[in-house]
């Protein structure tokens, strides 16, 4: 079930994210199941689009919660500042 949940918070911050372009990517550092459902960190390293003539990358961590049919209802850019609450808060 772990690795199918890897797959579907790939997926959709693939997707979600626009993650397209040669060395920018995701991987998951960390699954927990919580309640009917899931929740993965993630950290993308992804294009500075506010350096759209250059090729800069920044490595931004994300929370991707998903339901007990894996299908994500929320997911949010992590405050690397503090630690992340893993609970679930809806």
Not at 15 to 25: A, F, M, N, Q, R
Not at 57 to 82: G, P
């Amino acid at each position: 079930m772990i690795n199918a949940v890897k797959e579907k918070v790939l997926q959709f911050l693939q997707d979600t994210l626009e993650i397209k372009e040669l060395g920018e990517g995701v991987k998951i550092v960390g699954i927990t199941k919580i309640g009917n459902g899931w929740v993965a960190e993630a950290e993308v390293v992804e294009r500075e689009r506010t350096l759209p003539g250059h090729r800069v990358f920044k490595t931004e961590h994300y929370i991707v919660k998903l339901n007990k049919d894996l299908e994500a209802y929320s997911f949010r850019q992590a405050n690397r500042s503090r630690p992340e609450e893993m609970e679930e808060s809806e």
